[in-house]
C-alpha cells in the first residue's frame, strides 16, 4: 500500500531555529506539493513541484522558507529562521493525473 | 482568484442519517477534488469529479460544472464518517496533466453521533 510519508511528525523548536520537514512521494508520482493548515488561514498551498521543477511557490514567505526536491524520492522544505507565526501543520501530497495524495503531515510548533 | 465556498460549516447528524454537503465556485475549474480529513488530521481524497457524478459506496457526488457547484452525499452516515469535508478546485492547467493549484473551501465539520 504505496503512501506519502513524512518526517519529523512533530517538531518543537525555538524561534530562530532552523526547521527542516521531509517528504517522500509515492513511487512514480510526478507532483508533489506542500501545504500548510493552520485554523486562521485553513489549507494553503504554499509549494508545488512537476518533475521535481519548482513551478509555483507563491504561496511561500520566500525570505524565510524555501523548498526544494533533490531527487525523485526526496522533497524538503526549510524555514530559517523560524517564527511563533509559522506554527502550523505542514502537509507534502504527491500525485501522478488528477489525485493528490496526502502525507499524514508534520506539526510544527515554534515557540 | 477563484472563490471557494462550503456549506454549511457545522453539521450534527445521528447515525443512520443522510446528508448533503455544498461546495460553490467562482469560476470555471478544470479539476475539482472532495477530501475527507478525519479527527486524526489525515486527509483522504474521497473524488476527483471535476463534472458528472461518480458514487462509491454510501459515498456520492455531483458536480454541475455549468452552475460551479458540487455536492457530496452521505448517507446512513456511521461515526466514522465524522471529520471534516473539504472541497477544492483548481484552473489551472499544467503540461500533462491537470494538477493545478487546488484552492481549498473551509471544510464543513460533520459529526456523527451514536
Known amino acids: 500500500d504505496a503512501r506519502v510519508t513524512q518526517t519529523p511528525r512533530d517538531k518543537v523548536t525555538e524561534m530562530g531555529q532552523e526547521v527542516t520537514m521531509r517528504c517522500q512521494p509515492i513511487?512514480?508520482?510526478?507532483?508533489v506539493f506542500w501545504y500548510r493548515q493552520t485554523m486562521k488561514q485553513g489549507l494553503e498551498l504554499l509549494a508545488y513541484?512537476?518533475?521535481?521543477?519548482?513551478?509555483?511557490d507563491s504561496g511561500m514567505p520566500k525570505d524565510r522558507f524555501s523548498a526544494e526536491m533533490p531527487d525523485a524520492t526526496l522533497a524538503t522544505l526549510k524555514i530559517q529562521p523560524s517564527e511563533p507565526r509559522d506554527s502550523a501543520v505542514y502537509f507534502c501530497?504527491?500525485?501522478?493525473?488528477?489525485?493528490?495524495?496526502f502525507g499524514p503531515g508534520t506539526r510544527l510548533l515554534v515557540l | 482568484g477563484i472563490q471557494v465556498e462550503q456549506s454549511p460549516p457545522d453539521l450534527i447528524l445521528q447515525e443512520g442519517a443522510n446528508s448533503t454537503l455544498r461546495c460553490n465556485f467562482s469560476?470555471?475549474?478544470?479539476?475539482l477534488q472532495w477530501f475527507h480529513q478525519n479527527p486524526w488530521g489525515q486527509l483522504i481524497n474521497l473524488f476527483y469529479?471535476?463534472?458528472g457524478t461518480k458514487q462509491n459506496g454510501r459515498l456520492s457526488a455531483t458536480t454541475v460544472a455549468t452552475e460551479r457547484y458540487s455536492l457530496l452525499y452521505i448517507s446512513s452516515s456511521q461515526t466514522t464518517d465524522s471529520g471534516v469535508y473539504f472541497c477544492?478546485?483548481?484552473?489551472?492547467?499544467?503540461?500533462?496533466?491537470?494538477?493545478?493549484?487546488?484552492?481549498f473551501g473551509k471544510g464543513t465539520k460533520l459529526s456523527v453521533k451514536p
Open positions: 469560476d470555471s475549474v478544470n479539476n
Open positions: 477544492a478546485v483548481a484552473a489551472y492547467f499544467n503540461y500533462g496533466g491537470s494538477q493545478g493549484n487546488l484552492i
Open positions: 513511487l512514480g508520482h510526478n507532483t
Open positions: 469529479i471535476p463534472s
Open positions: 501530497a504527491s500525485g501522478r493525473g488528477e489525485t493528490q495524495y
Open positions: 513541484f512537476r518533475n521535481r521543477a519548482p513551478l509555483d
